[in-house]
Every structure is written in structure tokens, then in C-alpha cells.
């Protein structure tokens, strides 16, 4: 059996949406709007309570007081601005904006960085394993879907080769296939013995500590560079809550896998290396 939603006030644990029904069917909710647009949206709102007291500069002298408890809610809101998702989604959308437009002004001038920026040289690297052998795959040069988890944008064909042939295994070397994103060829070699299983174990065995002491590397000569030129290093909070100053450039794989998932390209798995069977 439903309950009316203007006679209760939703408990947090019911959702946001029927939080938000509740609010906007209330008469003062414009006004309620207003009063909490300087939180921003944050999930997870401070909620300050007492008395705001106007003072002359000058003189000392109260000339206005105004108690939270004649506000709505009896509260007044500030938004959390924790930059993790996990703590407050709104806050860290805001938070990745505002870092989007850092690095916009530091790539193409503006907000007060000179426009000559523009012309300096920019690396935008990318790290991949290299081929143990033609595999399925599919590519897309242009998407067009909303979200790349789902894409279903036309790929092109697999492996199209004008003068296609068998190798030396009788396999096919083309494969004119349009592979769907769930197609369980993707990945799987053209031939099982064409492809270089050998390698590909050894690189398996060893990508994690290549990738471990190449990120070092490129840490270490960036945090070089930063001293030599006097940029200051910039403080993070880590998703355990410890704060570690960095130099203002990270080189993160997790960034990298996330991408892959949106259908770029993923950096080796910096995993502990895994001993093979011979
Ligand atoms: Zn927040
Ligand atoms: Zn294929
Ligand atoms: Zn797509
Ligand atoms: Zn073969």
C-alpha cells in the first residue's frame, strides 16, 4: 500500500527520488531551492547551525543577526567539496570540471594564462603491448553511441586483406567479420599456431615490473623537472584519506583501464609477476 508523499518526510534511505517528489511538492520549495543552490548539488551537505551576526568594521557594532533556525530546514548548507567519488559524487564532478579546465588554460591559454601556452609542445603518450600475432578484433574510426560500455556503433571489418590466403597452418589470414562487442572471437588468435604464445607468457611474466619502473622513471624525471624549473608540487588526497604532495603531472594506469573500458586503449596490468609452467 502507497503512502501519500506530503504526509511524511522521506528517511534518506528511500532514494533520492522520492526525497526530491517530496520537496518539490512542498508550497515553499522555490524558496527552499534558492537557500540550498549555494551547496552546489553535494550529496553530502554540512549543515550549519546557530547565529550570523552582521559587524561593523569599523565600530564593532552588530547591525544585523540572523538565526539558522528561522531558515528553511533550520539550517544553512555548505557544499562538502570532497573530491572523491566514492565520498560525494556531486562534489567530485564539480571538482573534476574545474581540473578539466587547469589543464584546458594549461594547454590552450586562458583565465589569465597567456594564449602562447598554445604553442608549447604537449605529449599525450600511450603505452601499448606490442602484437604477438593477428588476433579478432574490432575497430571503430568513428564512434557515434552514447556510452562506449554499450557500444553499437558499425565496426570495420576484422582483418580485411585484399589478397586474403591461408597461412602456412591452412587458417584464413583475413577475417571480413563485422564483430559485435560480445562476439567471444574477439581476442582469440586468426591461428592458434601463427600466434606467439611463447612471447606473449614472457611479456605477461614481466609487464608488471616494466610498467612499475617505466611509471618510476617518468616520476622521477618529471619531479626532476618540476624542482629545476620551481613548480611547486601540488597536494592529493589518496582514496585512503593520506594526503602525499606530487608534482602537478600524475602517470596513472588506473586512468588508463578506465579509459579502456570507455574503448581506449588499456596500459599492461601492473600485476605481480606470475610464474608460468614450463
Ligand atoms: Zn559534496
Ligand atoms: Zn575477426
Ligand atoms: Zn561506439
Ligand atoms: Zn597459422
Redo the contacts with the bound molecule.
Keep these: 500500500m502507497s503512502t501519500p508523499l506530503t504526509l511524511y518526510r522521506p528517511d534518506p534511505a528511500v532514494g533520492r527520488i522520492a526525497q526530491a517528489l517530496h520537496r518539490a511538492a512542498t508550497p515553499e520549495f522555490s524558496g527552499w531551492l534558492e537557500h540550498t543552490a549555494a551547496a552546489g548539488g553535494c550529496a553530502r551537505p554540512i549543515r550549519l547551525t546557530g547565529t550570523i551576526a552582521a559587524v561593523e568594521a569599523t565600530t564593532g557594532r552588530i547591525t544585523g543577526r540572523l538565526r539558522t533556525d528561522e531558515l528553511p530546514d533550520r539550517a544553512l548548507y555548505k557544499a562538502c567539496g570532497n573530491r572523491r567519488e566514492s565520498q560525494c559524487p556531486d562534489c567530485a564532478w564539480v571538482y573534476a570540471g574545474d581540473a578539466y579546465q587547469v589543464v584546458r588554460c594549461g594547454l590552450t591559454g586562458g583565465k589569465g594564462v597567456p594564449d602562447s601556452v598554445g604553442r608549447h609542445p604537449v605529449v599525450f603518450a600511450t603505452f601499448t603491448a606490442p602484437s604477438f600475432g593477428a588476433v579478432h578484433h574490432r575497430h571503430v574510426a568513428r564512434h557515434t553511441c552514447a556510452a562506449r560500455q554499450r557500444c553499437d556503433c558499425r565496426p570495420a571489418p576484422c582483418h580485411a586483406r585484399s589478397a586474403a590466403g ?6 584464413p ?1 583475413a577475417c571480413f567479420a563485422r564483430h559485435d562487442t560480445d562476439d567471444p572471437q574477439l581476442g582469440q588468435p ?6 606467439d604464445h611463447e612471447q606473449h607468457a614472457v611479456w605477461n611474466y614481466f609487464s608488471g615490473e616494466l610498467w612499475r619502473r617505466t611509471k618510476q622513471a617518468i616520476e622521477r624525471h618529471l619531479a626532476a623537472l618540476c624542482r629545476q624549473r620551481g613548480i611547486p608540487f601540488v597536494q592529493v588526497v589518496t582514496g585512503s584519506g593520506k594526503v602525499r604532495r606530487l608534482p602537478p603531472v600524475r602517470v596513472s594506469h588506473r586512468q588508463g583501464r578506465r579509459d579502456a573500458a570507455k574503448g581506449g586503449r588499456a596500459l599492461p596490468r601492473p600485476a605481480a609477476p606470475r610464474r608460468c609452467r614450463p
Design positions: 591461408t597461412c602456412q597452418h591452412g587458417q589470414a586468426l591461428c592458434l599456431d601463427c600466434y
